[in-house]
């Protein structure tokens, strides 16, 4: 049947209803984006297990890219970041863009003063021209974030991303209780229902646990069966 419905099609000429048909036995991949600023690693490692997450959907694939750094180099040096941030160096940079080409965009940031960091709010900032022209209505998306404490800010931050991304149109997917790990009382971790998170701790001396790994796993995955849903209709 399949062959026989390729030798029957003039490409370059085919009609409305042949290319309906092509799409319907070869499916265009569907593509996610993970986006992510990390200061000393929190943020990658989880963005790392959202794209774990995601990869588990058939046919997707999965991007993992850094939005650029704005601090200066004397300023990475003194904190300590330039030696954490090496090992994420290998990741590329994304412009604003290049976010056209994805079904689906998970964004990952510290937070600060209970809101999204410098470098990823002037990230969102230089999306202007896709907000303008509608460009980004439609895609799936949602955020991750990691504070120092527990109570620093997560949802906060996580909430307010969630406003950005509503006005450029996007379809917001969080981490539903059907991840059961954000219901637990027994030990410090992460997890909302407005996205995965981890605590770094006051010296960044506390790496994601587990629970907050498959967190953000169970993040990745859901978001990405949302995006092959509305792909499919």
């Known amino acids: 049947m399949l062959l026989h419905l390729l030798g ?25 984006l993970v986006l992510f600023y990390s200061t000393y690693g929190h943020v ?11 990869r588990e959907v058939s046919g997707n694939e999965v991007v993992i890219k850094r939005v650029p750094e704005t601090l200066p180099q004397e300023i990475l040096d003194k904190t300590g970041a330039t030696g ?3 090992a994420f160096a290998h990741l590329p940079v994304a412009t604003p863009a290049e976010l ?23 990230f969102m900032d230089s999306t202007g021209g896709l907000w303008a022209t509608g460009a980004l209505v439609g895609k799936v ?14 949802e906060t931050t996580l909430r307010a991303f969630h406003t950005e991304l509503l006005h450029h149109g996007f379809v917001i997917v969080g981490l ?8 637990g009382h ?7 229902p407005y996205g995965a998170s981890t605590v770094a701790g006051g010296q ?27 792909a499919a209709k």
């Not at 990658?44 to 995601?54: F, H, N, R, S, Y």
């Not at 539903?176 to 219901?183: F, L, T, V």
């Not at 169970?218 to 069966?225: I, P, Y």
């Open 8 to 32: 029957c099609i003039d490409f370059p000429n085919a009609s409305l209803t042949q290319l309906l048909a092509i799409h319907f036995y070869f499916p265009l991949p569907m593509k996610t």
């Open 44 to 54: 990658w490692k989880l963005a790392e297990a959202i794209a774990e997450g995601a």
């Open 84 to 86: 954490a941030q090496q």
């Open 100 to 122: 056209t080409e994805y079904d689906a965009i998970i964004f990952g940031t510290p937070t600060r003063y209970g809101n999204l960091c410098g470098q990823m709010q002037a």
């Open 141 to 154: 998306g949602g955020a991750f974030v990691s504070t120092a404490t527990q109570h620093g800010g997560q």
């Open 176 to 183: 539903p209780y059907a991840w059961q790990g954000q219901m």
């Open 186 to 192: 027994t030990e410090v971790t992460g997890g909302t």
């Open 204 to 230: 960044g001396e506390r790496q994601p646990s587990a629970n907050e790994l498959e967190g953000a796993r169970f993040q990745g995955r859901h978001t990405a069966e949302i995006a092959s849903k509305l």
